[in-house]
């Protein structure tokens, strides 16, 4: 039996990846870090709270990263934990530089003295691509992140690297466009947009209120890409991987589909902070701008190139973005059945 472990074990990636490693016979550990309530509701919701372990783990304690490793030595350690939110990092950004940028070189190092077979997988993130330099992006496309989050997994990316050619570690990238799902955190657009849109088809009346909506990203479903985490580990060789489905979607045509999926029909009005949407049946505002959620600096367009992934880890993504929506509409809106 192998064992793995997964840092962020709590978050949308680590559940759909432990519950995937299970599948395939794994034994899973996992990190948690020490809050007041402890937080398993993903784990609980795919119903593998139990047959997992956790332990107590935090990226920005040294020791502790050591100790976690040299007893228990996995045979894959999955880097997912992060301050993964990037409005956040400029209000957090000497934070987020150390438990995404400087976290993961205590890993490695740690790695690197105490287990060094073990085979390491990294969560990077085509934020790095950030103004991008060329479209679609792929694995030599070069870097020029756009925020704090952005800068610090740019060092993750680049020690990661690093410690494969200087070491001969099994250590590889991923580098995951945005991939989404029932399980994704509340602040991020896609779920804002349809647990928002649930409440009002469920007889709320309170607008989803949005920031920049012209701006594109490559979505994909979470339970298709961590399948592609795990085939990295399994190649002979590590390497680095672009995860993502080709296609790039504004955050109108997203908030489009998601209303469509709940039966609704949109009128698009006005420009820029004064763009609205009514729902054509009901007559009801459903979304406006609110400038607050603009961002200091925008990546305005992500769109993915996976054909090494395809080509190397057979890997492609299994859902449309449509569908995507589809899901976590439908999903939100079930869950507020009560
Ligand atoms: P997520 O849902 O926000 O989960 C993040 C996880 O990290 C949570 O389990 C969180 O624990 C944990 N964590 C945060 N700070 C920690 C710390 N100091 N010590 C230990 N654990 C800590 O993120 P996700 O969407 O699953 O993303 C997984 C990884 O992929 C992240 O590194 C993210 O940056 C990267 N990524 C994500 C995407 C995407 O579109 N989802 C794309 C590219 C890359 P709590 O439960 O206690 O908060
Ligand atoms: O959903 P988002 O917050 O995701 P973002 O910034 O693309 O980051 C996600 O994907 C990265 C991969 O590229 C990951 F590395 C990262 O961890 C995270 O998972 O924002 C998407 C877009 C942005 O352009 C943002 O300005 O949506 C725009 N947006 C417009 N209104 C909004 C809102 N974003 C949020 N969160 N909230 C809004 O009200």
Do not use: C
Request: cysteine-free; hydrophobic content about 40%.
């Amino acid at each position: 039996m192998k064992t793995a472990f997964i840092t962020g074990i709590t978050g949308q990636d680590g559940a759909y990846l432990a519950k995937l490693l299970l599948s395939k016979g794994y034994e899973v550990h996992g990190g948690v870090r020490r809050i007041s309530h402890p937080e398993t509701t993903r784990l609980d919701l795919l119903g593998i709270t139990r047959d997992i372990h956790l332990h107590e783990f935090d990226l920005g304690e040294p020791n502790n990263i050591f100790r976690t490793i040299r007893d228990l030595k996995p045979d894959e350690f999955y880097n997912l934990a992060a301050q993964s939110f990037v409005g956040s990092s400029w209000d957090l950004p000497a934070y987020t530089a150390d438990v995404d940028g400087m976290a993961v070189v205590r890993i490695l190092d740690t790695l690197r003295t105490v287990s060094p077979e073990t085979r390491f997988y990294q969560a990077s993130t085509s934020e790095m691509f950030g103004l991008v330099q060329e479209v679609p992006q792929r694995e030599t496309t070069r870097l020029y992140p756009r925020s704090p989050y952005g800068v610090a997994k740019v060092y993750g990316h680049y020690i990661t690297m690093n410690y494969r050619e200087s070491f001969g570690m099994h250590a590889s990238s991923g580098i995951l466009f945005n991939h989404e799902s029932p399980l994704r955190g509340k602040e991020f657009v896609t779920r804002k947009i349809t647990l928002g849109l649930a409440a009002i088809a469920r007889g709320g009346n309170a607008a989803v209120e949005l920031g920049n909506m012209d701006s594109k990203r490559d979505w994909g479903f979470a339970g298709d890409y961590v399948d592609g985490m795990w085939r990295m580990l399994q190649q002979d060789e590590p390497d680095d991987y672009v995860l993502a489905t080709g296609v790039t979607t504004t955050i109108r045509d997203f908030f489009t589909y998601a209303a469509e999926a709940l039966d609704m029909n949109l009128d698009w009005v006005g420009e820029g902070e004064q763009e609205t949407a009514i729902d054509r049946k009901s007559g009801r505002l459903v979304m406006k701008v609110n400038p607050k959620f603009y961002r200091p600096a925008e990546v305005e367009l992500l769109i993915g190139d996976a054909t090494k992934a395809r080509n190397a880890l057979g890997w492609e993504a299994q859902t449309s973005v449509r569908d995507l929506a589809a899901m976590m509409a439908k999903a939100d809106f079930d869950a507020q059945a009560a």
